[in-house]
């Protein structure tokens, strides 16, 4: 079956901005993270959606970061007022409740 | 919360020789420990993982060993080839939790 995906895989803005980051998760998964990696870096946690729980959202370092999940299926990340520090490589993952994380391909954000 | 530490950071192997990495965890009550391979511009792929029922589990040239009671755990690659090369990121969790906590990363350069 297909596996996790994101879109877009490459987005650059300009300070200021707002962007969307979108992951698609694999059916039936009810559990959706979201990543950041910096380029040489490890995993840096930012959210955690289960079912219909509220989301873990410990992880997320400004409020310009949010994120929803409509549906228990796909998710969106938001990041308003950009700025180049946020440049990194977003990556999304899912569970199906097996604890084993599948990840996306990652969206790579650099903002200029 | 939970706290992964991964050492080293960085390891250099010969081709054809043994190559392991190993971390530390702080939450006894984990009990699923994968292992995760990510080469240069692509996402982590789960290699092997390891529950805390078992000892040591192994698949082909890669192994992985748990001790409980020092919490820590080993990867461990034999006969390295170049395709070896990749960061590897270890992970820790406690089952019905969902939420990984990843070690910080072993970047793994294969000579040949």
């Known amino acids: 079956g297909a596996g996790v995906s994101q879109s877009p895989s490459n987005k650059v803005t300009e300070k200021g901005k707002d962007v969307e980051l979108r992951c698609d998760p694999i059916?039936?998964?009810?559990?959706l993270y979201w990543y950041r990696q910096s380029l040489g870096q490890g995993l840096e946690f930012l959210i955690y959606f289960q079912g219909n729980s509220a989301p873990d959202k410990s992880g997320l370092p400004s409020d310009r970061f949010s994120a929803e999940r409509t549906g228990g299926s796909v998710s969106t990340l938001t990041i308003q007022r950009t700025q180049q520090e946020d440049s990194a490589v977003y990556l999304c993952?899912?569970?199906?409740?097996?604890?084993?994380?599948?990840f996306g391909p990652g969206t790579r954000l650099l903002v200029l | 919360g939970e706290n992964v530490e991964q050492h080293p950071s960085t390891l250099s192997v010969q081709e054809g020789d043994s190559a392991v990495i190993k971390c530390t965890y702080s939450d006894s009550a984990s009990n699923y420990f994968p292992w995760y391979k990510q080469e240069l511009g692509k996402r982590p792929q789960l290699i092997i993982d390891i529950r805390s029922n078992v000892g040591e589990k192994k698949d082909q040239r890669i192994a992985v060993t748990l001790n409980k009671t020092a919490k820590h755990f080993s990867l461990h690659i034999t006969e390295t080839q170049p395709e070896d090369s990749a960061v590897y990121f270890c992970?820790?969790?406690?089952?019905?939790?969902?939420?990984?906590?990843f070690g910080t990363g072993t970047r793994l350069t294969i000579i040949p």
């Open positions: 059916s039936g998964h009810t559990a």
């Open positions: 993952a899912s569970s199906g409740g097996q604890e084993t994380q599948y």
């Open positions: 992970a820790a969790i406690k089952f019905g939790n969902e939420k990984l906590t």
